[in-house]
């Protein structure tokens, strides 16, 4: 699991994917979160699952990528206040570092693989974003399989996957894995969505 991001407010994905949902959530009052993801194709944007709530891993990504105080955007969605979000410029990139046995609950397995194993960085603990862990002696220790969420920012999404997969090389954690491909099609799909008129070169 991971996920790509980058951060534009004009695109037509926006203006054909969120923007129509915009009175219906003004009207109830809606305050906080809100995504639709979307299959796209050439001629329509097929809408596949409302999110009304901040999930996972977006919500790391997002921590990577916005430069707000946390705790100032969190409140000021809760007054109902308008929040202007300053993302980072470029792409972030998240990767999901699980352990045995994610993503299926078996507790044999995860006794056996994962019970109590602990977290260790071999140097800077930047862009890692703990999960399903917690604190013993000072080291972070599993409780369950979805360990940690880590980021990367960058200008492009290579910079942003390298930096994302070298932080997760200073990693180490007993029988960990993860995916190795987060944003390797981004240029195949980002041709696409140039050439559909979903988003605009800048």
């Not at 809606?30 to 999110?51: H, M, Q, S, V």
């Not at 410029?89 to 078996?106: C, H, L, M, R, Y």
């Not at 862009?127 to 080291?139: A, E």
């Not at 070298?166 to 981004?186: A, K, Q, S």
Request: aromatic share 12%; with cysteine; charged share 25%.
């Amino acid at each position: 699991m991971g996920t790509l991001c980058f951060w534009d407010s004009q695109s037509r994905l926006v203006v054909k994917g969120l923007k129509p949902m915009e009175r219906k959530l003004i009207e109830v009052g809606y305050r906080g979160y809100f995504d639709i993801n979307f299959i796209a194709t050439e001629d329509r944007l097929r809408p596949l699952e409302f999110t009304s709530r901040f999930g996972y891993p977006t919500i790391n990504l997002q921590i990577e990528a916005l430069t707000n105080p946390w705790g100032d955007l969190l409140l000021g969605l809760a007054k109902g206040q308008d929040v202007t979000l300053r993302p980072k410029p470029g792409f972030q990139v998240a990767v999901v570092v699980a352990v045995p046995p994610f993503p299926f609950k078996d507790e044999d397995a995860f006794k056996k693989y994962s019970k109590d194993a602990v977290v260790l960085f071999k140097s800077d603990q930047n862009g890692v974003h703990p999960n399903d862990v917690k604190l013993v002696n000072g080291d972070l220790t599993g409780t369950a399989g979805y360990a940690v969420v880590v980021t990367g920012s960058g200008d492009t999404v290579d910079h942003a996957r390298n930096q994302a997969y070298e932080r997760i090389r200073n990693l180490v954690i007993p029988n960990m894995f993860y995916r190795t491909d987060i944003g390797d099609r981004w240029r195949r799909d980002a041709d696409l969505l140039y050439s559909w008129g979903y988003l605009k070169p800048h």
